[in-house]
């Protein structure tokens, strides 16, 4: 169990390898790229901005109760932002990505394999990855990118709706607040990870949609186990780059 581990993570990072040195060969699938760009954003979108609004507004009634009774009523809106745009932002993005989106890529790939449509490409001369795989991951990163930009406006807008609404908060205060703790650089870590998040989406979705077992029921198997396997790498890497990113920037005022 551990070889086949080992080696399906070799084969990972291979393929990812592989991705990388096909992005800057051409000619580039540009067509697939916009094809590949327009789908993927057309089934995250909705979601996406439905998913933050719950999420805004539950960090800012967490972190406001909590400031309420620390006494730090006027930290709350600095808090709920930087909670939202560093960590909750990204991961949304993230999940979504690899849920729709990366699902369906696997589901494509999976379906031109079991049909034995990329064994016909590879016996023309045609490479799988440059002209399938490239765009598909470009494209999750791309929106990825745009679309955590959206989910951090959706979701500040949703936490000031609650804090201010709901908690009695005052406007002038969150704001301050916010400009207070915020710096730049938290902007250029959550778009940083949500580029990231992407590229790993659409690798592990494209590396199962490859590699799919026993025709199409192992298609539908191979969908199930990329997400899960895109969200615990999520997770993980979104856990050590939040760390290094603590220990390399300091605080705003530190």
């Given at each position: 169990?551990?070889?086949?581990?080992?080696?399906?993570?070799?084969?990972?990072?291979?393929?990812?390898?592989?991705?990388?040195?096909?992005?800057?060969?051409?000619?580039?699938?540009?067509?697939?790229?916009?094809?590949?760009?327009?789908?993927?954003?057309?089934?995250?979108?909705?979601?996406?901005?439905?998913?933050?609004?719950?999420?805004?507004?539950?960090?800012?009634?967490?972190?406001?109760?909590?400031?309420?009774?620390?006494?730090?009523?006027?930290?709350?809106?600095?808090?709920?932002?930087?909670?939202?745009?560093?960590?909750?932002?990204?991961?949304?993005?993230?999940?979504?990505?690899?849920?729709?989106?990366?699902?369906a890529i696997c589901?494509?790939?999976?379906?031109?394999?079991?049909?034995?449509?990329?064994?016909?490409?590879?016996?023309?001369?045609?490479?799988?990855?440059?002209?399938?795989?490239?765009?598909?991951?470009?494209?999750?990163?791309?929106?990825?990118?745009?679309?955590?930009?959206?989910?951090s406006v959706v979701?500040?807008?949703?936490?000031?709706?609650?804090?201010?609404?709901?908690?009695?908060?005052?406007?002038?205060?969150?704001?301050?607040?916010?400009?207070?703790?915020?710096?730049?650089?938290?902007?250029?870590?959550?778009?940083?990870?949500?580029?990231?998040?992407?590229?790993?989406?659409?690798?592990?979705?494209?590396?199962?949609?490859?590699?799919?077992?026993?025709?199409?029921?192992?298609?539908?198997?191979?969908?199930?186990?990329?997400?899960?396997?895109?969200?615990?790498?999520?997770?993980?890497?979104?856990?050590?780059?939040?760390?290094?990113?603590?220990?390399?920037?300091?605080?705003?005022?530190?």
């Amino acid at each position: 169990m551990i070889t086949g581990a080992l080696r399906q993570t070799g084969r990972l990072f291979a393929l990812a390898a592989e991705v990388v040195r096909a992005v800057f060969r051409r000619p580039f699938q540009f067509r697939e790229f916009v094809e590949q760009f327009w789908f993927v954003a057309s089934v995250t979108i909705l979601p996406a901005a439905l998913v933050s609004i719950p999420f805004g507004a539950v960090i800012a009634l967490q972190v406001g109760s909590l400031t309420e009774q620390l006494g730090a009523q006027s930290f709350t809106g600095g808090a709920s932002v930087l909670a939202v745009v560093q960590q909750a932002s990204p991961l949304i993005v993230a999940l979504l990505i690899a849920g729709a989106g990366g699902s369906a890529i696997c589901a494509d790939l999976g379906s031109r394999k079991i049909r034995e449509e990329l064994d016909a490409m590879e016996v023309m001369g045609v490479s799988p990855v440059q002209r399938l795989v490239v765009p598909r991951v470009l494209a999750a990163m791309g929106v990825a990118v745009l679309l955590n930009g959206l989910v951090s406006v959706v979701g500040i807008l949703g936490g000031y709706f609650f804090n201010v609404i709901m908690q009695g908060g005052t406007p002038g205060a969150y704001l301050s607040s916010f400009s207070a703790l915020a710096q730049l650089p938290d902007l250029y870590i959550s778009e940083l990870k949500a580029l990231v998040f992407g590229f790993i989406a659409g690798i592990v979705a494209a590396y199962r949609g490859l590699n799919p077992r026993g025709g199409p029921k192992g298609v539908g198997d191979a969908v199930n186990q990329s997400v899960v396997i895109t969200f615990l790498l999520l997770f993980f890497v979104n856990m050590v780059m939040t760390a290094v990113y603590l220990q390399i920037v300091p605080p705003k005022g530190g």
